[in-house]
Each structure stands twice: as C-alpha cells, then as structure tokens.
C-alpha cells in the first residue's frame, strides 16, 4: 500500500500541473481580450480626434478666405480680381488638404490600433490553444511516469520488484 503514495502523488501532481497550463493559456486570452477592448476604444477616439481636427482646419480654412475677402475689399482692389481669387482658391485648397490630412491620420491611427486588437485576440487564443497542447502533454507524461512507476513496483501483478534483501550496515 505504501508503494502507491508515489503514484497516487505523480497522478495528483500530473492532474494541477495540467490544469495550471490550461488556466494559464485561458488568463493570458482574458487578458488580451481585454487590452484588444482598450484598444479598439482608443481607435474610436484617435477616428474622432481626427474628424474634430479636420473640423478645426476646415474653420480657421473659413477665416482666413473671409479674412482675404475682407482685406480685398477693403483695398478698393475687388473680390473678383483675378489675383485676389488666385490666393483665396490657394487658401481653400490648403485648407481642404489640411482637412484631408487630419482625418487620414485620425482614421490611420484607429485602424492600426484596430490591427493591435485584431492581433492581442489571435495571440490569446493561440495561448489557450497551446494552454490545451501543454496541459494534454502533461498529462500524457504524467501518466507515462505513473504507469512507469505502476510497473516498477510491481502493483497488481502479485510480485514486487523492490528489492526487500535485508542490507547489512557496517
């Protein structure tokens, strides 16, 4: 009887580890779960900072045309001047290019944090996957080593294979 405290130990012991690499793959999917969840909020703001940005361009683009328009008119030199027209059509497309910038990078932040995300849940289920790789190696291991030790001790077979010769002590 004595001869399956080790067995029944290398079972129990096989039977946590296992269960220790399946919860192990499992923590770190909930963990980038929720790094993926951070991340994919921080796309809607780094998309909405980029709108409220192109917004911001597109108004002082206003400004400055009226401002031109203003100054224009104010010279005596007329709104339809052909050179007055140039600077304020200069100004517009400047403006819509600034405007088109900030929502291009606003919208490429939120994608790339969007990629993280779709990257941090891949990773966590290739973590639970290995989780259930390691945790039925070690079980197959731990009852490799438990059979092994079944086997040296002879259990169930009516011999025992330890050597019980009286050893004499000098």
Do not use: C, H, W
């Not at 050179?83 to 910038?101: F, K, L, Q």
């Not at 290739?126 to 259930?132: K, Y």
């Amino acid at each position: 009887m004595a001869a399956a405290i080790p067995i029944v130990l290398s079972v129990v012991g096989t039977a946590l580890s296992a269960q220790g690499a399946k919860q192990q793959g499992q923590d770190i999917q909930q963990a980038n779960i929720y790094q993926a969840r951070q991340l994919e909020q921080n796309a809607g703001q780094a998309k909405a900072s980029g709108q409220i940005e192109a917004l911001n361009q597109g108004m002082q683009t206003s400004l400055m045309v009226s401002r031109a328009r203003a100054i224009a008119a104010a010279s005596g030199g007329g709104v339809s001047d052909p050179t007055v027209v140039n600077i304020m059509s200069r100004i517009a497309g400047e403006g819509a290019y600034r405007e088109n910038v900030a929502r291009y990078n606003g919208d490429t932040r939120a994608r790339e944090m969007n990629m993280q995300a779709q990257s941090l849940r891949f990773g966590g289920q290739q973590a639970v996957n290995a989780g259930n790789i390691n945790s039925a190696a070690t079980l197959m291991s731990g009852g490799a080593n438990a059979y092994s030790m079944y086997s040296k001790y002879g259990m169930g077979t009516g011999t025992n294979k330890v050597d019980t010769t009286p050893q004499t002590v000098n």
